[in-house]
Structures are given as structure tokens and as C-alpha cells.
């Protein structure tokens, strides 16, 4: 994406996080924010019930790394004169601010292509930019979490009430790559064709993608899976897909969904070879008509030893499994490790090293470069002497509020 200059006008993690993801390909990603107050999420002091350190703070670096910041009041004639010149500049606008705003505040898809006509539009929204509430707000909590019905099919029904979501921002992440996406692809359509579109991304939408499967389902049968209770009780249908607790608390999820030439292999890693020769568990289909007898043995086979030894032991098993890891656990995992997952950026207050989630496509096997995400208003002077504006009138504009 080197070359490509992409102006974001966005608060909070939805559509940023698609410029941190074209930042990471090459784009010069362009913040605008607020020039006294930056982007509200700035102000967040704690995170999940976790105090959060300003200068160190996960909201703002996960979405916004590798960009500059310029401090812009676009409710002001100024300001919005300063943003039409980094639109005439640039070849993605990006926002998610709501009709209203942007109809008020003069940003909305007319006013930037009335400076700019080749320039793709890119809109992130909670419940869509058509229809009766295209107007209305939302966040990752209502929109992907509550109301797409992720919340419910990932809630027990045994509980009564349903689960709130436990991973700030995480519609919000999945989301902003949606729209990196779909901003490269009109970036070729543009390239191939000549013709600028504009873009829109749903926090809804990104929902029901990402549970597609199940949504079809649902609009098929009537029916959909829901979460169950761990321990709940019920007959196994596959004795080699679930989760078995080990001797010490910890739990190995088996995943082999398909048993056929995984049988043997598994008993023979889970320290019960002789169960590969039960004619209840031979083969596939006796293996499933008798899935709660496979599953005891699988159970105190498990339960038998300690977590570090059986993820040791089955690295070398045919079938799929995986450790149930935390997502503290996932920073010191050598797999993740050694497929440059993580990224130390330097804070601007210096100290050690602040440590951040790589997008997670990788080209060429390279690891991708970043940088910290910047403070407010950090780049205003050096991004406007860019463009070619003189000091008397970044001062005048700064005097005037406009500005940061």
C-alpha cells in the first residue's frame, strides 16, 4: 500500500483498526482528531476493570499504530478548509461518524468527492448506512456482541441471563480488517476501471459473517447451536472432539473432527492403545455408537496426568487438539512467537518496550513493520508543511482554534 494515503476521521477501534491494518501495509494513514480532546478512546481509564497507564494505553495503540495524528476542528469552517486539502491529497477517506455528523460537519461522501472525485469512500457503521436506523449509533457490546446474536448462541442457556462480552473491541478488530479489505479491493477496481466507489462495513454485518455458518443454518432449519454448560450431560456424537481436563486443572481440547485414520494414532498418544482394538471403538462408526464409553476412557486417561505433559506428549499426535490458553498465555506461545505475532513498539515516554498484536496477514513470510500509534496532534505542523501550507497561516489557524 506504499503510495497510498489514507485519511482517517474515526474514534474508538471500528475503522480505525482498518487503518492500522493498511498503516502496517505501507498506507501513509493520516488521524485526524480533535484538537484539545483527540479520539474519546484517549480518555478510557480502565479496560475491562484493568486501571490503563495513558501512556501505555492497549486501546489506542492496537487500532491506531503506525499513523500520524493531526489535530483538526471540523465543526469549524478553518478546520474543514485544512481537511478538504488533505482529502484533495489522498486516496481513501475513511470514517465512521454517524449521517447527522457528517452531514453537519461537512465530511459526508458530497462534500469530499466535490474536492476530491476519485477518491474511495469508506464508511463503518453499527447496523448499516441503509434503512430506517442508519442513523442510529452503536458499539462492538450492541451491535456485534448483543444484538447479531452472537451473545445468545455463545451463552449457556442453563444460565438464565445472558453473557456479557468478555474481550473489549473484538467486532471492532474483525471488523476493521473487513474494511481494509474492501478498501484494496476498490482500490483496484479504481485502478482497473477509473471509478472511485464507496465502501460500507457494519459492525452487524461483520457479525453475521463471521457466524455465517450458523446464521444459514438458522434461516434454514429454525435451528441453532447454542454453547453448552461445561460438564453438562448428554450423549457424545464424536468422543475425539471436546475438552478433558488434566490432572491439574488444566484442559486439552481434542478436535479431530473427521475420526478416519486418526483412530489408533489417538488411543496410542492418550496411553490407551488397547482401546484401538475394541470392537466398540475400531473404527469410525462403531467409535460413534459408542461415544460416551470412548469418552470415560478419553476422560480418566486425561485426568490421569498433568497439563505440561500432555502438551508435550501430543505434539506428535496424527489428530488435531489444542491447550486451552489464556490470552496472557498466547505471548510466550513459541508457535506465535516464531510466526512474528507480537511486535515491541517504543512508547513516546520511552521505557521498556510496548508489545502489540501483528495484523495477521504476513506477505513473503516477512514479518511487517510498525510504528507506536501517535499522540494527538503529534504530525499537524509537519503533515501541513507537506502539503505545501506557509507558517503565517498554520499559525493563524491555530490562533483561531481550528487547529492543534
Not at 136 to 165: C, H, K, M, N, V
Not at 322 to 331: C, T
Not at 352 to 372: A, I, M, S
Amino acid at each position: 500500500m506504499a503510495g497510498f494515503r489514507v485519511l482517517e476521521l474515526a474514534q474508538f477501534t471500528f475503522v480505525p483498526a482498518a487503518g492500522a491494518i493498511l498503516a502496517d501495509w505501507g498506507a501513509d494513514v493520516i488521524k485526524v482528531e480533535h484538537p484539545v480532546r483527540g479520539d474519546t478512546q484517549r480518555g478510557f481509564v480502565n479496560m475491562g476493570g484493568v486501571q490503563l497507564d495513558p501512556e501505555r494505553h492497549p486501546l489506542m495503540e492496537h487500532p491506531n499504530r503506525g499513523k500520524r495524528s493531526v489535530g483538526i476542528d471540523v465543526s469549524t469552517s478553518g478546520g474543514q478548509e485544512v481537511l478538504y486539502e488533505l482529502a484533495r491529497s489522498s486516496d481513501v477517506f475513511l470514517t465512521n461518524y454517524r449521517p447527522a455528523q457528517r452531514q453537519k460537519n461537512k465530511f459526508d461522501i458530497e462534500h469530499i468527492r466535490a474536492v476530491n472525485p476519485d477518491i474511495v469512500y469508506a464508511r463503518g457503521t453499527a447496523y448499516g448506512d441503509k434503512g430506517a436506523e442508519r442513523d442510529a449509533g452503536g458499539y462492538d457490546g450492541t451491535a456485534f456482541w448483543t444484538r447479531s446474536g452472537i451473545g445468545y448462541a455463545l451463552t449457556p442457556a442453563e444460565l438464565g441471563a445472558p453473557l456479557p462480552q468478555g474481550i473489549p473491541a473484538f467486532g471492532d478488530s474483525i471488523g476493521g480488517m473487513f474494511i481494509a479489505g474492501g478498501i484494496s479491493a476498490a482500490l483496484l477496481h479504481r485502478e482497473r476501471t477509473g471509478e472511485a466507489l464507496e465502501l460500507d462495513v457494519s459492525l452487524l454485518s461483520t457479525a453475521w459473517w463471521a457466524a455465517g455458518a450458523s446464521v444459514t443454518q438458522g434461516m434454514e432449519t429454525g435451528e441453532v447451536m447454542r454453547v453448552a454448560m461445561p460438564g453438562s450431560t448428554g450423549m457424545s456424537v464424536n468422543p475425539f472432539l471436546g475438552n478433558y481436563q488434566t490432572s491439574d486443572g488444566g484442559t486439552i481440547n481434542l478436535c479431530i473432527v473427521s475420526p478416519t485414520g486418526y483412530i489408533r494414532d489417538t488411543f496410542e498418544h492418550l496411553g490407551i492403545p488397547e482401546a484401538a482394538d475394541d470392537p466398540r471403538f475400531a473404527d469410525v462408526l462403531p467409535l460413534i455408537q459408542n461415544a460416551d464409553a470412548a469418552a470415560e476412557l478419553i476422560t480418566k486417561a486425561i485426568a490421569a496426568k498433568p497439563f505440561d505433559h500432555w502438551r508435550r506428549h501430543l505434539k506428535t499426535m496424527k489428530g488435531q487438539w489444542a491447550p486451552f490458553q489464556s490470552l496472557i498465555d498466547l505471548a510466550d506461545d513459541e508457535q506465535a512467537v516464531a510466526n512474528d505475532m507480537i511486535v515491541e513498539l517504543q512508547t513516546p515516554g520511552g521505557g521498556k518496550p510496548f508489545r502489540v498484536v501483528r495484523g495477521p496477514v504476513q506477505f513473503n513470510h516477512e514479518p511487517l513493520e510498525t510504528t507506536r500509534a501517535p499522540q494527538a496532534s503529534e504530525h499537524t505542523e509537519l503533515v501541513l508543511t507537506e502539503l505545501g501550507m506557509d507558517w503565517d497561516r498554520i499559525a493563524e489557524l491555530k490562533e483561531s482554534g481550528a487547529i492543534a
